[in-house]
């Protein structure tokens, strides 16, 4: 149990499907993170939210969209994805200003 | 070129052996982070690494940071199965209070019994 939660752990989609990830954390962090994990690439740094307001926003396209309603909780809706976007999508928190994540196990996203 | 280069990029050892693993930054380092992955999981915190000529150990895992050569190592003294999967290193480039960690491409160690 790493303290990070990720739901679901492998989704299956169409590119006009409209599905959501979710991350849930109880470790008292105050920061959350979406890194997206492709093969032979680095670990891609989507979204940091802190005290559930978003501090960085990495070029992403706008068919990903994160959402913090608080700051246990983070989700990343999908819409019109495209096959280029299957990855393991990796949730982590971590306290405000602290680089060591706890990382989930990831969400393995296979876009069709 | 990558910011934060790893190397080598797959290993396979011995049961029992040494081996070392390295990581090198093109830019300054204001910490260094080791992690390790099991296949298609999350990634789990090992050493955090901040001042120049720091070496952290824990078990049988000892982390340097060689801070003139922007490089850090990480060695696994008799390595054992429960060694096996991918390293990686994050850098932070940025400084205090940053939330950007770049990371290398990963090593993947696997161990044969």
């Known amino acids: 149990e790493t303290g990070v939660t990720q739901t679901p752990r492998h989704l299956v989609m169409g590119m006009t499907n409209k599905k959501s990830l979710k991350c849930e954390q109880h470790l008292g962090h105050n920061a959350m993170y979406w890194y997206k994990q492709s093969a032979k690439k680095p670990l891609e740094l989507m979204f940091v939210?802190?005290?559930?307001?978003?501090?960085e926003n990495n070029s992403v396209p706008s068919r990903f969209s994160p959402e913090c309603p608080n700051s246990s909780h983070l989700f990343l809706h999908l819409h019109t994805l495209q096959p280029e976007d299957s990855a393991l999508y990796l949730c982590a928190s971590s306290h405000a200003g602290a680089n060591v994540l706890t990382f989930g196990a990831g969400s393995r996203l296979t876009v069709l | 070129s990558q910011e934060l280069e790893q190397s080598p990029q797959s290993l396979i050892v011995q049961e029992g052996k040494n081996l070392t693993i390295n990581c090198t930054s093109s830019k300054t380092l204001y910490g260094l982070y080791w992690y390790k992955q099991k296949y298609g999981e999350g990634l789990i915190f090992l050493m955090m690494l901040q001042k120049g000529g720091e070496e952290k150990s824990h078990e049988k895992i000892t982390a340097k940071l060689d801070e003139k050569k922007q490089q850090s190592s990480l060695h696994i003294t008799a390595s054992q199965p429960s060694h096996a999967g991918i390293y990686l290193c994050g850098a932070d480039h940025s400084g205090a209070g940053s939330y950007q960690l770049t990371f290398g491409k990963g090593t993947k160690l696997s161990v044969i019994p």
């Open positions: 939210y802190s005290l559930e307001e978003r501090v």
